[in-house]
């Protein structure tokens, strides 16, 4: 029988966690939910795998170059098999913010576990998902984190189930598919 699984990343999460350790990203993300699902094959056995990425996009208006960029990078997401949850992107004092992201993120982990999604895997170490991570644990889904070993994040790590260090997946992925942040030196 296959095991359903749900692989959910919190893109602005996950990215701040990258950076942290040198790293500005996949060249495809698809190589990364990969590692994840050999992993989960190999603890669990067959696995059916959805793979969510969530995010937001400016307007046009707003900032029309950013704007077009993320939709070529939601769009070759989507071509992956990777389906992506947007938020909204308000600005404020001329920055940019994302909204409603981590609502989506909350709301899917919930309704994942009713129905009878037993394994999520979430990258984030944002504490806000843990009523839902409760709320999902009640219903009888075990709840894995992706976290940082440089990111304390003590709430979430007691929060859920397992935790996998994100440098442990990060020595599975082949490095040529790693894009190293080299940042200038002046």
């Not at 040198?22 to 094959?41: C, D």
């Not at 603890?43 to 959805?50: H, L, R």
């Amino acid at each position: 029988m296959m095991m359903r699984s749900a692989i959910l990343v919190d893109e602005s999460n996950a990215m701040e966690q990258l950076h942290e350790i040198g790293i500005f990203g996949f060249k495809r993300w698809s190589v990364f939910y990969r590692t994840i699902e050999q992993i989960l094959a190999h603890s669990y056995g067959n696995v059916e795998v959805s793979q969510r990425m969530y995010s937001a996009c400016p307007s046009k208006q707003m900032d029309i170059e950013r704007h077009y960029r993320r939709l070529r990078f939601f769009n070759a997401l989507r071509k992956d098999g990777i389906f992506v949850r947007q938020g909204n992107m308000y600005t404020i004092n001329g920055e940019l913010y994302q909204k409603g992201v981590d609502m989506l993120i909350g709301l899917d982990l919930y309704e994942l576990s009713l129905n009878s999604v037993p394994l999520l895997f979430l990258f984030s170490s944002d504490g806000d998902f843990i009523p839902a991570i409760e709320k999902a644990q009640e219903n009888g889904s075990h709840v894995i984190a992706v976290v940082s070993n440089h990111r304390s994040a003590d709430i979430m790590r007691q929060a859920v189930d397992e935790v996998v260090s994100l440098e442990s997946l990060i020595e599975c992925i082949p490095e040529r598919e790693i894009i190293i942040h080299n940042p200038v030196v002046a």
